[in-house]
């Protein structure tokens, strides 16, 4: 600290030579690689038991049933890290579906406000806005979090209901609506036909025979690929010209490898299916985006840092009633966008839309490690733990596990993946 | 037969990667009192763990020899049994329960689960006097002020028959009076044949009570002393591994302008909006000064900085700040870090840190502007930035990616100042800037308040420990019940000089 010597400089001697090794960031991702396995081995599981579950048609299934869970995960976690929690998610995304349909369906808005693209942006704004007005009080007013939206969640359940009229559903909504779910992304390169497939005796091609691939898909697929590729390459190569070690080439190359060629796995079988589905593509985006905000942005940073310790965030010089707000107004318009999501998959709204998902997305977030404590929750383990709880579901239908048992099996796999966690931080 | 209440031979315990002790030996007499010295991280709660089962037999190598007996405690409640009792340096009583219930907590008068509140109050009142406690069994603890909390502690543990007492840092938040009356209570046990070990920082306090001292360095026992070769120069020398000539680094102070000033500071107190906390205070600090603030605990020193500091402290603020003659506006935090302050918070791991991130994450929080653009973080940047005041502020760790709340307590302190003077501000304020840490990096604190000073910053720093005030200051204020009760040069000042200020002050204040 000074040039001068001072009788500590002894002190200063017991240091251990400074290494330039960011260790942390392979620690850190130990949990997530850990993760992912575990993801794995359940998929292999399910493939092995059912024989069906890497099916194309079941993979776009998959997607198509949990993407609303995996979009409201990515607000939840920043709630969670923030140190709060939200109960209204399932029944604002109820709530916000009930809307959409009505605006599209019952009411004569007709023209420029029938538009479903129109509706949908007319719909994330008003999820904003339920958002602020549950952030205002838990922000502003210090109202514990808990208590607002677990009041948030009985009053949109009650308006869901209201707006349909009691018990009834509305639909059916318009075709364009619903390919924001069960539609895929058109194929402008064209297809290519590896296997011609096999004609019967009337002419018809027989479903699952010949190999046709979707060229977008597939093009997409292999730039997403090249574009993690190069760019890992890239942060290496920085970071050793400024002085840092990187991680070490060997542990990097065989991670680069088995991510990458999973990824032309999964876009592989999209591709002799129907290509990649949209909502697949609109969840992409946003964990994209959720990733780079969270580990790479001041407000991002800021989250963590008033989860972690609100008062020293405050004495920081961070504004964290404004934070808490905009975190809440994020969670609000993701949950809008699960209630379309959903809206658009059953092709209408029902009153029960979104019940109980709350608790799914809130798994989710703890599956991937998060703290209940706040401070703590990465986006791309929270992304897993979804596809964990969607996997299971998706896999124990198939097995014909009973309804009443895949709940009990869920909530053993949340308990067992928090108390391993847990143990370990202890532990370590 | 030896006169040996405990004997701790060769006691070793390894966490993952770190030996935290390595054959440690300890021997304490029937009746003492016994202190224990080192440097934070030396391993001497560690050591109290081992002895009072935390860490419970079978986790350590060694014996731990009580009245004659081989002990093997399998956790706290087998040690209490025997007599031991360990009071921690963080109190663990329960805020919203009354002193009566705090001390019987877990251990009520009751019948088949019923309380008998009665017999509670009146033992609870018995245990009191003897501690020298004069408040009502029924006062919630969270309305008592820290010193009376300590003593509460200590009723407890005298609920429980104490035989070998523990205390870790008692007076480590105490102010001077508080912590004269629990050294007399010490003594006072001492008297009725209760044993007790503190670890203490103190070593005015060690000198006075202490009959031995052993002092632990780099977990291994250095020595033992007896109350004849007991001196401070004597355990700092053993406890840093080197004699010390100077505890404060020299320094040629270059003072210029006044450069900071705030005028008719007053505020009042957050919830009882009547009561006024802070009491018109005017001060100034010039350019490359470093300005000490005196008090007892409880004079508003803290209040004082943190309403300044963004107002993150009462309510009625009124007042003016000025920095180099303009009026500057210091209304939220974010303000006052863009006009140039800084608070460095006597409270570390309330206040001071996210104990749960690691050191480059906190270094950078309160200047994340410095290291990105547009909102986004340059990684590497802030790499450098961390890396750069890891040096600088010589924190000892492997790596800035290690978590704050592993650190220990002098290395937190130095993140915490890190994280501020990464801010780059223009005035200091330093609240109890070394609470709670050793000898050795006291002094690496007091060279960098040296070091900004000669940088031609303008630094206040609030201490309870008068003798640090007198060694690093250049000018001193004395504070009393939320007014400046006194001014004075630090060469003419001296520790008397300072109390008598406090007493004639006492209540003198508008």
């Not at chain 1, 290496?236 to 796995?265: D, H, N, W």
């Not at chain 2, 009245?67 to 360990?86: A, M, Y």
């Not at chain 2, 906190?362 to 502007?369: E, P, V, Y």
């Amino acid at each position: 600290m000074t040039d001068t010597p001072t009788p500590q400089s002894g002190v200063a001697q017991d240091v251990p030579s400074a290494p330039r090794v960011p260790v942390s960031s392979f620690v850190s991702n130990l949990r997530e690689y850990g993760l992912i396995l575990a993801l794995i081995a359940i998929m292999v599981f399910f493939q092995l038991t059912t024989g069906t579950l890497f099916k194309p048609v079941n993979l776009s299934n998959l997607v198509q049933q949990n993407s609303f869970i995996i979009v409201m995960a990515l607000g939840m976690l920043l709630v969670i890290v923030a140190g709060h929690i939200d109960l209204s998610v399932g029944s604002v995304a109820g709530f916000i579906g009930a809307l959409a349909a009505m605006m599209m369906v019952i009411w004569p808005l007709g023209g420029f406000f029938g538009n479903p693209l129109v509706v949908s942006i007319i719909c994330l704004i008003i999820g904003g806005a339920i958002g602020a007005a549950q952030g205002y009080w838990i922000a502003y007013h210090r109202i514990p979090s808990f208590i607002v939206t677990l009041g948030g969640m009985l009053v949109f359940r009650g308006l869901c209901q209201g707006l349909l009229g009691g018990g009834s559903s509305v639909g059916p909504l318009p075709d364009g609506f619903k390919q924001l779910s069960s539609g895929f992304l058109p194929d402008l390169i064209g297809p290519l036909t590896l296997v011609e497939p096999i004609v019967n005796a009337a002419g018809k091609t027989i479903v699952g025979s010949g190999i046709v691939l979707h060229m977008t898909t597939i093009v997409l697929g292999i730039i997403g690929v090249l574009a993690y590729v190069i760019s890992g390459i890239s942060s290496r190569r920085t970071r050793e010209s400024r002085g840092y070690q990187a991680e070490p080439f060997g542990l990097f190359l065989v991670k680069t490898l088995v991510i990458s060629a999973l990824a032309l796995f999964f876009v592989y079988q999209f591709a002799v299916y129907r290509g990649f589905p949209i909502v697949l593509v609109v969840m992409g985006i946003l964990v994209a985006i959720f990733v780079f905000i969270t580990r790479h942005t001041t407000i991002g940073r800021r989250v963590y840092a008033m989860g972690g310790n609100i008062k020293a965030a405050q004495l920081s010089g961070i504004k964290t009633e404004r934070l808490t707000l905009l975190v809440f107004i994020n969670m609000g318009v993701l949950s809008a966008l699960g209630g379309l999501i959903i809206a658009a998959r059953l092709g209408q709204a029902v009153p029960a839309a979104g019940l109980g998902s709350e608790l799914d997305v809130i798994a989710a977030v703890f599956i991937g490690g998060a703290s209940a404590m706040g401070g703590v929750g990465q986006v791309i383990s929270t992304v897993v733990g979804g596809f964990i709880m969607g996997v299971m579901n998706n896999g124990m239908s198939i097995m014909g596990v009973n309804v009443d048992w895949q709940q009990v099996v869920k909530g053993l796999v949340l308990l067992g993946a928090v108390i391993f966690d847990v143990y370990n931080k202890n532990k370590g | 037969m030896s006169s040996y209440i405990l004997e701790m031979h060769d006691i070793t315990k390894t966490f993952p990667g770190v030996k935290a002790l390595s054959n440690v030996n300890l021997k304490v007499e029937e009746g003492e009192i016994h202190a224990i010295c080192g440097e934070n991280g030396a391993g001497k709660s560690t050591l109290m763990k081992v002895l009072s089962g935390v860490y419970p037999a079978g986790d350590y190598d060694g014996k731990i020899i009580y009245r004659g007996q081989e002990c093997h405690f399998r956790g706290i409640h087998d040690s209490e049994e025997k007599g031991i009792v360990i009071i921690h340096q963080e109190l663990a009583l329960v805020p919203m329960l009354s002193i009566a219930e705090n001390i019987f907590l877990g251990n009520e008068h009751a019948k088949f689960g019923v309380i008998d509140w009665d017999a509670n109050e009146t033992r609870t009142r018995e245990l009191l006097k003897k501690v020298g406690l004069s408040e009502d069994p029924k006062t919630l603890i969270t309305n008592i002020g820290t010193g009376k909390q300590q003593l509460v502690e200590i009723a407890k543990a005298l609920s429980k028959e104490v035989e070998l007492l523990i205390l870790d840092e008692p007076t480590a938040s105490l102010s001077e009076k508080d912590s004269q009356a629990l050294l007399d209570l010490l003594l006072e046990f001492k008297r009725q044949g209760i044993t007790s070990i503190i670890i203490s920082h103190k070593l005015n306090e060690i000198n006075r009570v202490a009959d031995h001292v052993t002092v632990i360095r780099d977990g291994r026992t250095i020595e033992t002393l007896d109350r004849s070769q007991i001196s401070e120069d004597r355990i700092i020398t053993s406890m840093v591994g080197r004699s010390l000539e100077d505890r404060y680094p020299p320094r040629e102070p270059k003072i210029g302008d006044v450069f900071f000033e705030v005028k008719n500071w007053s505020v009042y107190h957050p919830l009882h909006a009547d009561r006024q906390v802070i009491k018109n205070i005017n001060l100034n600090v010039r350019k490359g000064e470093v300005v000490g603030i005196a008090g007892l605990m409880g004079a508003g020193r803290t209040e004082f900085a943190m309403s300044l500091f963004g107002r993150t402290y009462g309510r009625k603020i009124t007042g003016e700040v000025f920095l180099k003659g303009k009026p500057i506006d210091v209304s939220t935090v974010g303000k006052a870090a863009d006009r140039g302050l800084a608070y460095v918070t006597e409270d570390r791991k309330v206040f001071g840190l996210n104990l749960i991130d690691d050191i480059k994450n906190n270094i950078t929080i309160a200047n994340l502007k410095g290291v990105s653009a547009l909102g986004v973080i340059d990684d590497l940047k802030e790499l450098d930035v961390a890396n750069d005041y890891r040096r600088k502020t010589n924190i000892r760790s492997p790596s800035v990616f290690q978590k704050t709340g592993n650190l220990s307590g002098g290395n937190q302190q130095k993140v915490v100042l890190s994280k501020w003077l990464f801010a780059d501000p223009e005035v200091l304020i330093l609240d109890e800037p070394t609470r709670g840490i050793d000898v050795g990096a006291k002094y690496e604190i007091y060279t960098i308040i040296a070091r900004l000073a000669a940088e031609g910053k303008a630094i206040i720093v609030i201490s309870s420990e008068m003798p640090e005030l007198l060694g690093i200051s250049d000018r001193i204020y004395v504070m009393n019940e939320g007014g400046i009760v006194g001014e004075m040069a630090a060469s003419e000042a001296s520790q008397e000089k300072i109390m008598r200020a406090i007493v004639r002050g006492e209540g003198k204040v508008a």
